[in-house]
């Protein structure tokens, strides 16, 4: 069982591809210091990928967790292959790198990150079969899935004796077109975990832009979102304003409310894998399971943010 808050451990790229450019080039004890908050304020999953920084995200991760002390077993570890201008057979080929990556840690989960690949899901989930097979992974999970390959993923696996644990997906209070496209109700119906990437639009929630434009101008890559121009902010500006009333009334911050609703919103479906470059930010997200909004508090962020669906 993962706790509904995970880690998510693209900011451990190291700059390495453009990928890794997204981030600060962490260091070492940053590293390690944000892996062990995570650990003490009782989050026991941990979320990283092949293109984070061309496997540097995985052997900082399984360097902090040995830092830390924790053995094979102690965390569960999602990983993903990249897809892009691959072919599934691909996934047999390349699993060595990723065990070798994370060593001393099992693969918990392995996902596929997108559906860019020339192959097609039926082969993507065949090629994972046989990784179970041969107990290389535990679990086998997507990314970025439709909700007709989601289905499909499904399908395959069900009819080897396995099942479809997860599809990692966007979704926060900014962003909810899962609900809207199929992604949600097949999920619930299928007994597929969502994995929320992004659960705070980028710091978007928060109000912290809002409330202070001049923060708009150190934002790197996120200035070309929609979400960050003018018109972006304004759209996003009532629900922002919610968050942080209920904030207020939690004593809590805005980011643990949002967090909040994502993990809780849809009962047990959702868990959400928030970033961290900083060890408040750790602790933060980690509050956010220390409590639960009403059921009426919810609604209200249900309705405020209806407009993103």
Known sequence: MVTPIGLGCWQFS??????????????????NNIVSISLQSGINWFDTAEIYGNGASEKSLSSALMACGKKQGDVIIATKWFPAFRFASNIIKTINRRISALEP????????????????????????????????IKHIGVSNFSAKKMKSAWETLDKKGLHLASNQVLYNLLNRKIESNGIMDTAKKLGISIIAYSPLAMGLVTGKFHDNPELLKNIGFR???????????????????????????????????????????????????????????????????????????MSKLDNASKVFK
């Open 223 to 297: 200035r070309y979102y929609s979400q960050f121009k003018p018109g972006g902010l304004k759209e996003s500006y009532p629900v922002v304003e919610l968050v942080k009333k209920l904030s207020v009334k939690y004593n809590v911050t805005p980011s643990q409310i949002a967090l909040n609703w994502v993990i809780n919103y849809h009962g047990d479906t959702v868990v959400a894998i928030p970033g961290a470059t900083k060890e408040n930010h750790v602790k933060e997200n980690a509050g956010a399971m220390s409590f639960r909004l009403s059921d009426e508090d």
């Open 14 to 31: 190291r700059q390495n591809n453009f990928a890794g450019k997204f981030w600060p080039d962490l260091d070492d004890e940053t590293i």
């Open 105 to 136: 840690y099992p693969i918990d989960l392995y996902q596929i990150h997108n559906q860019l690949s020339f192959s097609n899901e039926k082969s993507e989930m065949k090629a994972m079969t046989e990784l179970v097979s041969r107990n290389l």
